[in-house]
């Protein structure tokens, strides 16, 4: 009997956007998933001194926006842990919960990537699942941070056809799978930025957001003050997340 198949799509999700939903379809269908599992970070990992929106606002956002497709999924596993968890205890868990009856892919981007050997455990992290490297046609993906174990793992699936992905999944067991088909070129930031504008700004934003994600935005009046939050943070700039902040991405 086939393993189900779970992605496991980390991040901040503040808010969750169009990009978001479009990269969550697109695994669906190039890896022959079951379901795509979104689960929420309780602190953006790089944002020490500008706190992410409420934890709850963020996982209600996620359900309307999943709400109406059965393969999405939103997990509230690492907002009920009573310590921010590091990645590989996030996974480590799943793993349990999900035993050897669910094929696990996590799924992160490509600066993620590049920083995996600062992440708590992170070998371990690279062993605990598949894992779906996402990056853009061109990007230079390096390998030389991760061992030479890890780099035997690698299956590069750049400018590959829906036929060689599917192939290659079926092929692979516990593979790590470079893609570029699935893009995402919505920018969270730039949506609370515009959030936090003029009314025209606002409009426009909303072209990017799920429709009953709007509705919620607009009635609990979130991101009116992020123009000036990200604002002061681009100033003061952003310190690269260590291993100690290495939560779901």
């Given at each position: 009997?086939?393993?189900?198949?779970?992605?496991?799509?980390?991040?901040?999700?503040?808010?969750v956007?169009?990009?978001?939903?479009?990269?969550?379809?697109?695994l669906l269908?190039?890896?022959?998933?079951?379901?795509?599992?979104?689960?929420?970070?309780?602190?953006?990992?790089?944002?020490?001194?500008?706190?992410?929106?409420?934890?709850w606002?963020?996982?209600a956002?996620?359900?309307?926006?999943?709400?109406?497709?059965?393969?999405?999924?939103v997990?509230?596993?690492?907002?009920?842990?009573?310590?921010?968890?590091?990645?590989?205890?996030?996974?480590a868990?799943?793993?349990?919960?999900?035993?050897?009856?669910?094929?696990?892919?996590?799924?992160?981007?490509?600066?993620?990537?590049?920083?995996?050997?600062?992440?708590r455990?992170?070998?371990r992290v690279?062993?605990?699942?598949?894992?779906?490297?996402?990056?853009?046609?061109?990007?230079?993906?390096?390998?030389?941070?991760?061992?030479?174990?890890?780099?035997?793992?690698?299956?590069?699936l750049?400018?590959?056809?829906?036929?060689?992905i599917?192939?290659?999944v079926?092929?692979?067991?516990?593979?790590?799978?470079?893609?570029d088909?699935v893009?995402?070129?919505?920018?969270?930031?730039?949506?609370r930025?515009a959030?936090?504008?003029?009314?025209?700004?606002?409009?426009?934003?909303?072209?990017?957001?799920?429709?009953?994600v709007?509705?919620?935005?607009?009635?609990?009046?979130?991101?009116?003050?992020?123009h000036?939050?990200d604002?002061?943070?681009?100033?003061?700039?952003?310190?690269?997340?260590?291993?100690?902040?290495?939560g779901?991405?």
């Amino acid at each position: 009997m086939r393993q189900q198949r779970i992605a496991l799509f980390g991040g901040t999700f503040d808010p969750v956007h169009v990009g978001h939903l479009t990269v969550a379809r697109e695994l669906l269908k190039l890896f022959a998933l079951d379901i795509v599992l979104f689960i929420p970070a309780h602190v953006a990992p790089h944002k020490r001194d500008a706190p992410p929106t409420s934890a709850w606002h963020r996982f209600a956002m996620l359900g309307l926006a999943t709400q109406e497709d059965a393969r999405l999924f939103v997990s509230p596993v690492e907002l009920e842990a009573p310590e921010r968890p590091y990645t590989v205890e996030t996974l480590a868990r799943l793993r349990a919960e999900f035993g050897q009856s669910a094929r696990l892919f996590f799924v992160m981007g490509a600066d993620s990537w590049m920083e995996i050997d600062t992440w708590r455990e992170w070998e371990r992290v690279l062993t605990l699942t598949d894992h779906v490297v996402i990056t853009r046609p061109g990007h230079v993906l390096g390998t030389e941070h991760v061992t030479e174990a890890v780099r035997a793992r690698i299956v590069d699936l750049r400018g590959a056809g829906d036929e060689v992905i599917a192939r290659s999944v079926e092929d692979h067991e516990a593979g790590i799978f470079f893609t570029d088909t699935v893009q995402m070129d919505v920018s969270a930031t730039e949506i609370r930025r515009a959030l936090g504008g003029g009314e025209d700004e606002r409009l426009n934003a909303t072209t990017l957001l799920p429709p009953p994600v709007a509705n919620f935005i607009e009635k609990y009046e979130l991101y009116r003050e992020a123009h000036e939050t990200d604002r002061t943070n681009a100033a003061g700039g952003h310190h690269a997340r260590h291993a100690e902040d290495a939560g779901a991405n």
